[in-house]
């Protein structure tokens, strides 16, 4: 089979069940996958052949609407690859603006602590992009600190993230250790769970998108908790839902933090950064 002709099939049938422009990245993620080259250079590749048994395996799964991160194991995060398993949140391009917030801040060195650190995407990126830090990965998951530690090991950085089980900020004293502390909490309402589509309810963990009935839980828990674990000056950023800015600023302005919102490149407010005055 050409990779022309699984390229033109499977783009055709993917569009059935999603976006014709996600579809099309999505047959490049497969192509990509089988041929070991990266997306974009699958066009270089359209006149080779392909295992026609392989592709439809991969594609025949992905139509029973299984997430395709989670049939080949692997998911793209700030132009890198990462190691993805079930029962860890697949990393989505919207926390990519958290990076980017990150980034904006200067910091060169010190410490930073991510809670929830999931499959570790964020804070390894963070550690890629600046070599005078280091980090400390938090998860409630023992399986996602697993899997970070795999990603971390592939990309050289183990040595300098730390990875803790826990919930939240309760295995730190109070000692304002951190320049930086940030998090993609759960940030779905009980609602907003039950209206998502069933390829993320069914084969997503429920605990990594809910965070209760609000749905802004998770954000004032650390807001109230994060100044006693934070330097003078350090600052929290968190992703927040798509529709929860004005909540968010509410909040902020509750519990006394100046804000600053970064959109995501749909232009819904995705990320805010917080730091006391």
Do not use: C
């Not at 949140?89 to 990519?96: C, H, M, W």
């Not at 995407?121 to 830090?133: P, Q």
Request: no cysteine; aromatic share 12%.
């Amino acid at each position: 089979m050409k990779v022309s002709q699984a390229f033109s099939q499977g783009r055709t049938l993917l569009s059935q069940i999603e976006d014709p422009e996600y579809a099309t990245w999505e047959v490049l993620l497969i192509l990509s996958h089988i041929l070991k080259v990266k997306p974009l250079s699958v066009y270089l590749y359209f006149d080779e052949e392909i295992s026609e048994e392989k592709f439809w395996e991969i594609l025949e799964e992905r139509l029973k609407r299984k997430p395709l991160a989670y049939i080949l194991k692997e998911a793209y995060f700030w132009g890198r690859k990462f190691k993805v398993e079930e029962g860890v949140l697949i990393p989505r391009q919207d926390t990519e603006t958290l990076v980017e917030a990150f980034l904006d801040l200067n910091i060169e060195q010190g410490w930073v602590l991510e809670l929830g650190v999931g499959s570790g995407v964020i804070v390894i990126t963070l550690l890629l992009e600046k070599s005078g830090l280091k980090g400390v990965g938090v998860d409630i998951n023992p399986k996602a600190l697993a899997l970070t530690d795999k990603n971390a090991r592939f990309y050289q950085v183990e040595e300098r993230l730390f990875l803790l089980r826990g919930d939240g900020l309760t295995p730190f004293k109070k000692s304002g250790y951190f320049n930086v502390i940030f998090s993609n909490p759960p940030y779905l309402s009980l609602e907003e769970w039950e209206n998502l589509e069933e390829e993320v309810r069914v084969f997503e963990p429920k605990e990594a998108l809910v965070a209760g009935p609000k749905g802004t839980e998770f954000h004032e828990r650390l807001m109230q908790e994060a100044p006693y674990y934070l330097k003078r000056g350090g600052f929290l950023i968190l992703e927040i839902g798509y529709n929860q800015g004005e909540k968010v600023r509410e909040l902020a302005k509750k519990h006394n933090w100046e804000a600053k919102f970064y959109r995501d490149l749909r232009g819904y407010e995705r990320v805010v950064v917080l730091w006391k005055e």
